[in-house]
């Protein structure tokens, strides 16, 4: 680990507790790292001392041969192999790269393995992004746990607080209108492929839109809003459901669309350890894409930076033309699975005296180039190593991103698994689209198109 990102974790950890549950924006002197030495959404511009780890020089911006617009994804690193395999066998030797939930899955399945390729620092963005990032660096700060004075960029490039870290996850770019084409599976714990359900997602960021401006979206302060339609298995045909996330994450509503009633149902508590309804219940809304939604149940602290072996840059995963391809007894099957060495920042997440959840304790892994937390542990109530969740980013020159694809998790007691939003047997991956109307993310609109 860096020693000296160590230590300015830790001295950011001690400003954030003598300013309590606010937080400070970043001077002018430290925003100016953004235009030198720094990437300009804050990760280190520089590689590694071993070479291992290389400078970030722009990101992948390059179109992958063979794309088109609104179809399949190719891999722009699809003729290279593997550095070396992490095995059971040699796992030890690589100890301080991997998470406690990798580690339990090598010890339980003799057949899981990380393939590890050679890093490619892929995270790119639009200039207004980086623009908008640099904006946000002095003015932004959180207030009553809700970021105030940012938009249109990473809210908090130069975090001092675990809540920034996480904050900077939920509003990572990923484009501002997009669709993708889903299907959920559930792995039992006898190794059998359960399709939870299938369909179609409609996704849209104002929180991105390019002309927003800091005053604009106070007016409007809405964060994500999606709406999923179910058009598989039969029995979930028609099953839909809506949100509109806001900033202030207590105000978020969200709707169901129950075909057996021909209803649309007001979510009471779309959040925390609510089983969500598109996973058939079998994850918590926050633990959707590794971890979303609101932070008040827990108190998160930077534990430090540190570079760990991660899911990246996973277009790998892609390519199979069918789900039964890539899905294995563990989740994914290892050999679609592309990992990479890249610095993270590292969080923990304990949960506040007083509050209730499942998992007490959670610890996250969130890329220092895409701000997106890609692996999380979460800890039972007997001090178990419960679940652990993954998710795969992938390289979308056209956005331009490295956004996160498929996720789930692997619960370490039960055997079970989870792996959702697979796209391979679909025929487009991850559409960037025109600006919706903003009456598609409505009731009335979500049960209009409800096939039943």
């Not at 990473?154 to 997009?178: A, D, Q, Y």
């Not at 559409?431 to 993310?441: E, T």
Request: proline share 7%; hydrophobic share 35%; net charge neutral.
């Amino acid at each position: 680990m860096n020693k000296h990102l160590i230590s300015t974790a830790l001295a950011g950890l001690a400003l954030a507790l003598q300013a309590g549950a606010a937080s400070a924006a970043a001077t002018p002197a430290e925003a100016a790292k953004l235009k030198s030495e720094l990437t300009p959404f804050g990760a280190e511009k520089a590689g590694n001392k071993e070479g291992t780890i290389p400078a970030w020089t722009g990101g992948h911006t390059t179109a992958i041969p063979g794309d088109k617009p609104g179809g399949r994804r190719g891999d722009p690193f699809k003729d290279e192999k593997p550095l070396y395999s992490v095995t059971a066998q040699n796992m030890d030797k690589y100890a301080e790269q991997l998470t406690d939930g990798v580690k339990a899955l090598l010890k339980k399945y003799p057949e899981y393995r990380l393939d590890v390729y050679p890093t490619h620092r892929t995270a790119a963005a639009p200039q207004y992004v980086y623009d908008n990032t640099f904006k946000n660096a002095t003015r932004g700060k959180i207030v009553n746990e809700v970021p105030a004075d940012v938009v249109g960029g990473i809210p908090f490039p130069l975090p001092k607080t675990g809540e920034e870290v996480m904050w900077n996850h939920m509003l990572r770019w990923r484009g501002s209108s997009f669709q993708t084409q889903y299907a959920q599976h559930q792995i039992t714990a006898a190794g059998k492929d359960v399709v939870v359900s299938e369909g179609v997602i409609d996704a849209q960021i104002p929180y991105y839109y390019p002309e927003a401006t800091v005053e604009s979206f106070a007016k409007a302060p809405e964060t994500y809003l999606i709406r999923l339609i179910n058009n598989g298995p039969p029995i979930r045909a028609g099953e839909a459901i809506m949100g509109r996330d806001q900033i202030d994450l207590a105000k978020t509503q969200s709707w169901v669309y129950l075909t057996g009633q021909r209803r649309v149902r007001k979510l009471p508590n779309p959040c925390c350890d609510t089983p969500s309804p598109v996973t058939g219940g079998l994850m918590s809304f926050d633990e959707i894409q590794t971890w979303s939604g609101r932070l008040d149940r827990f108190d998160f602290k930077i534990v430090g930076k540190k570079e760990m072996l991660i899911p990246y840059n996973g277009n790998k995963l892609l390519q199979p033309k069918t789900d039964a391809e890539v899905i294995s007894k563990i989740g994914v099957n290892p050999a679609f699975q592309r990992w990479e060495l890249h610095r993270t920042w590292v969080v923990d997440a304990t949960l506040h005296s007083g509050q209730r959840h499942p998992a007490v304790k959670s610890r996250y892994y969130c890329d220092e180039d895409t701000w997106a937390c890609v692996l999380g542990d979460r800890w039972d109530a007997n001090g178990q190593l419960w679940k652990t969740l993954w998710s795969a980013s992938f390289v979308a020159p056209d956005l331009p991103g490295t956004v996160i694809g498929s996720f789930g998790f692997n619960d370490l007691l039960s055997g079970t698994a989870y792996v959702g939003d697979l796209y391979n047997s679909k025929s487009a991956h991850y559409v960037l689209k025109p600006r919706y109307p903003d009456s598609v993310f409505t009731p009335e609109s979500m049960a209009g198109d409800s096939v039943r």
